[in-house]
């Protein structure tokens, strides 16, 4: 890659959405910064920022230790003295060792009068890649329960663009979450608009229309909830609608009812272990305030409550699949 990032009419990667989106707010605002392993001179685990450091500079550009926990304190200090930092974990699974300054500092800061945090804490998250039990978590669920954090998690090359501008100009702290094994999916690329845009944080999308019944998901799952619903339509003539979440907090319970009212039947599928995931409080939310537009059980369909397994086919099995998906319909739309 040059030192470069603009593409017109040429389809990208999510990779080099996400490339663009910071990019241009590194143009356009000088205090915004990056920070993290090997972000500058190696220009990132995954090339994220491969070409930034010649643009930037090593001030702009910051390579650390090997210590998230000292990546997340220097962000937060930053942030609080008006810059706008920009803090990468090679993997999401790392931002554990920040754990304690994300829930105890930078979500209540502006509750407390100290001034907001306005920083984004980006990496890799999810499985599918051979990654193993180290390097394929998905962590939103940690972090569900801590007002004051916001969290996005984009499943294409438009939004991903869209929402690390939002996350950028974002007073707040914001969690983004990329899941690997879209990063360079042919399937994903697209053409870009030229001129400047943001997806808005805490808006879902509706990614396929539908009337029989609802999926809601997010990430990578929003592509096997779609291949589902084309297999749905063609073999059992169900039409299928999927609401790409796109914000895990604040969740956008409008779209989620919206969905419900018109479909009568949920599915809610993540790539996160079933017990404690997300899942269960947009079943609660449901519960509480769309009962009665339910004509049938809210079904969850999320990965098998175990460490990410590294051998293929354990990980396939431990990972919802389409097939599962279209089982699980199914037997939704019959209930």
Known sequence: MTATVKTANKAVTMVEAIRQG????????????????????????????????EQFGAERMID???????????????????????????????ISTGFDMLTNYAAKSRYRGCGSIGAVFRGPCGGGVRGGPFHSLNAESFFLNTAGLKMVEPSTAYDAKGLIKAA????????????????????????????????????????????????????????????????????????????????????????????????NRVMILHEASLTGGIGGEISAIIAEEAFEWLDAPVIRVASIDAPVPFAPQMEDYFLPQVNEIVEAARKLALY
């Open 168 to 263: 950028i100009r974002d007073p707040d702290t914001v969690l983004f979450f990329e899941h690997k094994k879209l990063y360079r999916l042919p399937r994903l690329r697209e053409e870009l608009p030229e001129d400047d845009y943001i997806v808005e944080i805490g808006k879902a999308r509706v990614a396929r229309e539908g009337k029989d019944l609802s999926i809601i998901t997010f990430g990578a799952q929003v592509l096997n909830a779609l291949d589902a619903a084309e297999i749905l339509e063609k073999e059992d003539g169900l039409q299928v609608e999927t609401i790409d979440l796109r914000t895990l907090s604040p969740l956008d319970k409008e779209a989620i009812l919206a969905s419900v009212k018109k479909t």
């Open 22 to 53: 910071l990019w241009e707010e590194m143009s356009r605002d000088e205090t915004v910064f990056v920070i993290g392993e090997d972000v500058g001179a190696y220009g990132g685990a995954f090339k994220v920022t491969e070409g930034f450091i």
């Open 64 to 94: 650390t230790p090997i210590s998230e926990a000292a990546i997340v304190g220097a962000a937060c200090g930053a942030a609080l003295m008006g810059m706008k930092p920009v803090a990468e974990f090679q993997f999401i699974d790392f």
